[in-house]
């Protein structure tokens, strides 16, 4: 298999990240009363994001292609090493485009065993409950019960279609073989 290359990856997540971040500005601004809270999110992971001023918001979209980058120029490198050091085909083959089903079931997948395992954490250890993130990423979600778990289900692979339906069409344009420029 041929090696990833760190920047289609760092430019699809940046963008993942950034329409994320902007249907949330949005929503908060179009429906300031509204039970959702994803806003919240944004404020505890973007440093000096207030949400009071043009700069703040600039600022945060700033933050998302630096971290978008950042996780690709980091992530990238090391599941190259990994999958040289394990590879069973030498051939070298070059990369097909992403599929749209794959990434989707593991995407879908590995959200919902960390939505799970995650819940199963916050019932086994109340007193470190992770209610208040769940409250935020999840719309409808209130509480450690059976209704709240079912919506953060439906929510989580909500994300999984999102993150699969954005990133693969960005991947698959961004790829080196489709853009040789880009080596």
Same mark, same amino acid.
């Given at each position: ?8 990856? *760092?430019? *699809? ?19 300031? %009363? ?19 001023? +043009?700069?703040?918001?600039? &600022?945060?979209?700033? %933050? ?7 996780? *690709? ?22 990369? $097909?485009?992403? $599929? ?5 079931? *593991? ?39 059976? +209704? ?26 961004? $790829?080196? %073989?489709? &853009?040789?420029?880009?080596?």
């Amino acid at each position: 298999m041929k090696r990833l290359q760190p920047y289609p990856v *760092a430019v *699809a997540l940046s963008f993942i990240f950034l329409v994320l971040y902007l249907v949330c500005v949005g929503l908060h601004y179009l429906l300031p %009363e509204s039970g959702w809270q994803m806003y919240r999110f944004w404020e505890m992971t973007l440093i000096g994001f207030t949400w009071l001023t +043009a700069m703040s918001l600039l &600022l945060g979209i700033l %933050e998302i292609f630096v971290g978008g980058f950042f996780v *690709a120029y980091t992530l990238i490198p090391l599941f190259n090493y990994v999958d040289k050091k394990f590879d069973t085909n030498k051939g070298g083959n070059p990369m $097909r485009p992403l $599929r749209f089903k794959p990434v989707l079931f *593991a995407v879908t997948g590995f959200g919902i065993l960390t939505y799970v395992l995650c819940f199963i954490f916050d019932l086994i250890f109340p007193q470190w409950a992770m209610t208040e993130i769940w409250n935020i990423l999840l719309p409808g979600f209130t509480g450690l019960n059976w +209704a709240s778990f079912f919506i953060g289900l439906l929510g989580v692979i909500g994300y999984g279609i999102y993150i699969s339906a954005v990133f693969v069409p960005i991947y698959n344009f961004f $790829r080196v %073989e489709k &853009l040789p420029e880009l080596k």
